[in-house]
């Protein structure tokens, strides 16, 4: 037997009589239809138009809750992450918070960015390995919240130094195992050893160098970029 309600006894019996408005009502269109189906609607398909509705009314709320211009920074720093070998949600909610005028929760995060909560957690714990945000304490509340670093010669730095650790430290170990082992094996041949020890000497000179300018003062490094190719001016030529 198909069990059938009224369908106005349905919405006035749980206090919904707000939300179907035939003018401004979000539901006034299940309204209209069940209108033209005689007043009638099953118990499931009523609930299956609410979700998709009420679904539907919530992406749109989440889509005007960022301006255009932050929205669309948003989206393309996922877009660039992806490009970087980051996770396009990692990327956006970086972005996200690093726009962002307060502290923001979890919840709040995925909410506005229409993320799975579950996604938004692991990104965060992400963001928060690269030291790229940091939780901070709230009064009244006692949810996690959390904020990006937002100076960005900072930002920079601790993207670069993660970076290196990644990608670069693990590439010199293995080229100075390489060229040791094959110092040390006479069927390779001179050339061979010779491309390992180059590769091997230019990579360690750039991370000499990258450690070298972490040292620096930010001030010095800002006046070296400002000076760009005319800081070659002050560094001897060696006449022949």
Known sequence: MRCVLPAYQIFWNHGLQHLFSSSTGVFAAPVALMRSAGGILT???LLSYISVMTENTDIQKNQLLLPPAVEDFVLKWGDMGGVWG????????HALLYLASA????????????????????????L??????RRVPVRGDRRDHFEA?????????????????????????????????????ARVTPHARARLNEM??????????????????RSTLKAMLKLGSRISTFIPVRRT
């Open 43 to 45: 118990g499931s398909e």
């Open 86 to 93: 980051v996770n396009r949600s990692v990327a956006q909610i």
């Open 103 to 126: 502290p923001m929760t979890a919840e709040g995060i995925a909410e506005t960015l229409s993320i799975a909560r579950s996604n938004v957690s692991n990104s965060l714990k992400e």
């Open 128 to 133: 928060l390995a690269w030291n790229l945000i």
């Open 149 to 185: 670093e937002t100076d960005i010669w900072e930002v920079v730095t601790r993207i670069a130094v993660g970076r290196k650790a990644r990608e670069i430290d693990p590439v010199i170990a293995v080229l100075r195992s390489c060229a040791q082992s094959a110092a040390k094996d």
């Open 200 to 217: 091997l000497e230019f990579t360690s000179s750039v991370d000499r160098w990258f450690q070298q300018m972490l040292s620096l003062p």
